[in-house]
């Protein structure tokens, strides 16, 4: 990962940010006489307020409505206060498509704004930079040692690979491995890239070092684009020296957008997770018996390399007795005994430590004593970690055990805090300095305060403002009462109806349907009937499941023109498909999560323990933002028309059903039944009125 300790100390700004702000988003202001971009109070009042708390240094939470313009709202404020100060601006995202957006559509769109306006031609110059992980790079270091051991380290095949890796080397411009194709063999990536302790500044030149070069680069930003998973593993990674004004970079301030998914993303990355595959091949990447092959293969005597075999025997052996006995019936089993399992594989592995500081000791200081080191501290850090996982020393943790893999054969051990919000308050709320978490679906049922008290942001202010889209207008909201309520004895019925409800749906609508399932099994029986009638139909049936990746199947949507998508979890949010090619979405079940993962039934026992109740502070809360993500797939611009159709009608039976309908874009619903609804349900003109008006660019 990228170390975040290189940055300067900021200047006082000499002009009053919001003021120019103003000036930019105000009706008749610089944005719409520049640039023709339309007025839009809600963006302005966004703008204004972003400016006053990042000059105050203070958090802000705030909800911005799907078309209010956030990332314009928050990057020009941010621009101009970094240019001001010399503090770096950190964006956070957690999709690549508004990562993509940020950098391709918003930065050049803020560019010209500055270049257009005389006041503003300071900010032309402006610097971005794209971070992601340390091991996405190549370094030229390790790979070198890589080429110069590789009869120790690789099999003849990996060789090949290596090689491959070496000539692309030669002509790479960014030394990132997604330019690679075929992807890289990752155990020859993960001794070539730069997450070791052998790419620094001592060995590696900026002018040759890929990741050496971006750190440059980064240090130079005014704007540095990052997602929440790099975010939250490095803050959990130790993030800035103690008593460093910032979050990751020197004096830095940040943004998180798509912020609605901070808590989950936090939480999965302030836990550990110690794998089988990984301590395996961490073990065989210093010596593996069968290749004859590894980092210590020549330097270490038969009683080191005894230590290596012998830890590798016992990690198989540990790992395979959790596998036949906790996880025989279930593929994850929280653990909640201390002491629950026999520590056999703590002492292979100090022997291994301890061996790898002997050898230590007699190598010179150097790249391959940096490598060495770095390989040291990994295994020390399983050795720790199975030890503190045994023991269950993390007490505001769950732990569970996972199987994963094609057989099952993967065993990981993992934690995860029970309650995020101390975390997040210390390390994002606690430090002085502007943080503005904004999102389209923040609130419930028009209340900041649970998000607030999810991510440890109690006492900072909160915002909203609405969507400035015409939902009743260019809406209609369908509900089957009819649907028979879940249960086990109906599920046959309940699914023969929900096909015959698509089925009926999406004949009536000349657009693209996005059908949103809970359940990959449902998603399953219903495409399976279902897919033969929509390609008769002359539509192109699309889901989950068969080969092709999120964004393949998103963009064959797009194309289509009158698809058919079936989704589930990853779609409900992210996807982006304006204009007719999505027309309708169709929810066929209100998305609660089942509460079986340790992470679930903990927080659901933390709740109960403080005199809470679970299904209204947890598992409801979680399902209307997923909810008010997934109908707000439909409308992306100011031109889009089309349907949202509810196939649950737990949503008009069930008392909590009321909740769901607040969260509609409009209010006004039509019912609907098998018997009633030919005549009550009809499409609506999904091409874009007669208005020619200039499509908003952000």
Known sequence: MISPNDGQEGALSNIYLPDTIKKIFCEGGWLQASLDLE?????????????????????????????????????????????????????????????????????????????SIPELHKYIDFKSAVLVGKGNYLCPTRLANALKNGQELFPSEEQEELQRIAAWAQFTKTGLKQELNPEPIWDV?????????????????????????????????????????????????????????????????????????????????????????????QLKSLFNPKRKSGFVRKLANTYQLKAITDAQEAAQEFFGYLAATMLEKRPIIRISQEDWCEPTINSPLKAVVESMDSILAKIEDGPMHDELKDQRSRIHSYYTGIRRFISLAEEDHVHWLEKSGRKGQIVTMRTAPIDIAPYLREELFSKNVSITLTSATLSIARQMEPFQEKVGAENEKAMREESPFDFDSHTRVYVATDMPLPSPQDASLAMDVLIDYIRFCVSKVSGGTLVLFTSYSSLRQAFDKLEKDFLEQGRAPLAQGQGLSR???????????????????????????????????????????????????????????????????????????????????LIRKKDDKGLITILDSRIVQKSYGRQFLQSLPKQKFIRMNRNDREERFCDIDVTPDALQRRSPRH
């Not at 939470?61 to 240019?83: C, D, H, N, Q, W």
């Not at 027309?583 to 709740?607: C, M």
């Open 189 to 281: 990536w993960d001794s070539v890239n730069a997450d070791g302790s052998a790419c620094n500044r001592k060995n590696c030149n900026p002018d040759s070092c890929h990741y050496q070069r971006a750190k440059a680069e980064i240090r130079k930003a005014q704007v540095v684009i990052i997602n929440h998973s790099l975010l939250f593993a490095l803050l959990n990674a130790g993030g800035l020296s103690p008593g460093t004004k910032g979050i990751l970079l020197p004096d830095d301030f940040l943004v998180i957008d798509e912020a609605h998914t901070t808590a989950e993303i936090a939480t999965e990355h302030f836990g550990a997770r110690i794998s089988s595959y990984g301590l395996d091949r």
């Open 39 to 115: 007025y839009r109070p809600q963006q302005a009042n966004m703008a204004v307020a972003v400016s006053e708390y990042m000059t105050e240094d203070r958090p802000l939470i705030f909800e911005a409505g799907t078309g209010v313009g956030k990332s314009l709202a928050y990057l020009a404020p941010g621009i101009i206060r970094s240019m001001e100060t010399q503090r770096p601006c950190i964006v956070s995202s957690n999709t690549i498509a508004l990562q993509e957006q940020i950098e391709r559509k918003d930065l050049p769109i803020c560019r010209e704004l500055f270049a």
């Open 551 to 633: 964004s393949e199947l998103a963009n064959e949507f797009r194309k289509a023109g009158n698809g058919v998508l079936f989704g589930t979890d990853s779609f409900w949010t992210g996807i982006d498909v304006p204009g007719p090619a999505l027309s309708q979405v169709i929810v066929t079940r209100l998305p609660f999560d089942v509460p079986t993962h340790p992470i679930a039934e903990a927080k659901a026992e933390f709740i109960k323990e403080k005199g809470g109740n679970p299904f209204a502070e947890l598992n409801l809360p979680e399902a209307l933002i997923k909810f008010r993500q997934g109908i707000g797939r």
